[in-house]
């Protein structure tokens, strides 16, 4: 689907609960020293600006880090990561998974990023000049998920974080995690999905946890609507192989919720 720009949701709820989490997981994984490698099936630009008049309409940055940021510990790796991003490109500047991902990642590390829509993916790749560790691939994130694995270095995170516009999506994604986790079965699999009034995500969720995957973990998060016909009601992560320690993280993320 090469419809969904995600401008006009960066910063929101559903960001602040992913992002958050993202990093953690990432700061995790880069204090051992070893190389890692990291995934992303669904980019975005990286870099986003949250006076653009696409982020100001929607007035979800507003609703999510414009409220959130303050209740960020100023020591936590998500804290860390907006600070660099603000001092680097300035106050209204907002990092998207692979700038997040970019910024933690060490010389020796590789980070794979796949985007399909033409404008996004050469944002991207604008975006990701400066990091020479990061590979952009415009293809399907999907495909990459599969041919890109077991990559090289074969510790690491991958991030499957589709926009769901195609209802499909719920369908596939429990063979595609359990596909590469049996190529790839020391990775950290980290799935985004958002939660809607009528629940599609239930079915997936059913799937992935009667495939036993190992180190699962669910964490969601409940907040109201952004705005009046707003249908998201809250973001959901499973995470396969989840790192050591992250569900107590997980539960203080949730309690910015609150």
């Given at each position: 689907m090469l419809s969904y720009q995600h401008l006009y949701h960066a910063g929101n709820l559903a960001d602040v609960h992913?992002?958050?989490?993202?990093?953690?997981?990432?700061?995790?994984?880069?204090?051992?020293?070893?190389?890692?490698?990291?995934?992303?099936?669904?980019?975005?630009?990286?870099?986003?600006?949250?006076?653009?008049?696409?982020?100001?309409?929607?007035?979800?940055?507003?609703?999510?880090?414009?409220?959130?940021?303050?209740?960020?510990?100023?020591?936590?790796?998500y804290a860390r990561r907006l600070a660099e991003v603000r001092a680097r490109f300035g106050a209204t500047a907002y990092p998207g998974s692979p700038l997040i991902a970019a910024l933690s990642l060490r010389p020796g590390d590789v980070a794979h990023l796949a985007e399909l829509h033409p404008q996004e993916h050469a944002a991207l790749e604008a975006a990701m000049a400066p990091f020479g560790l990061v590979r952009v691939h415009r293809e399907d994130g999907m495909q990459m998920a599969l041919s890109r694995t077991p990559p090289t270095p074969r510790r690491g995170l991958m991030l499957i974080d589709p926009s769901y516009e195609v209802k499909t999506d719920y369908d596939a994604l429990p063979g595609l995690i359990a596909a590469v986790h049996r190529k790839w079965n020391v990775g950290v699999l980290m799935l985004w999905y958002p939660i809607l009034p009528d629940a599609p995500h239930a079915p997936m969720l059913r799937a992935l946890q009667a495939a036993a995957l190992p180190g699962a973990l669910r964490h969601e998060v409940r907040f109201g609507p952004a705005r009046p016909g707003h249908r998201m009601l809250g973001s959901g992560l499973f995470l396969v192989n989840a790192p050591w320690g992250i569900e107590d993280e997980a539960k203080a993320i949730a309690r910015l919720f609150r």
């Open positions: 992913k992002h958050a989490l993202l990093a953690v997981a990432l700061d995790y994984l880069t204090r051992k020293d070893k190389p890692l490698s990291y995934l992303e099936t669904h980019a975005g630009r990286g870099l986003y600006r949250l006076d653009a008049p696409e982020a100001v309409k929607t007035g979800e940055a507003a609703e999510g880090i414009g409220r959130l940021a303050a209740r960020l510990p100023p020591d936590h790796p």
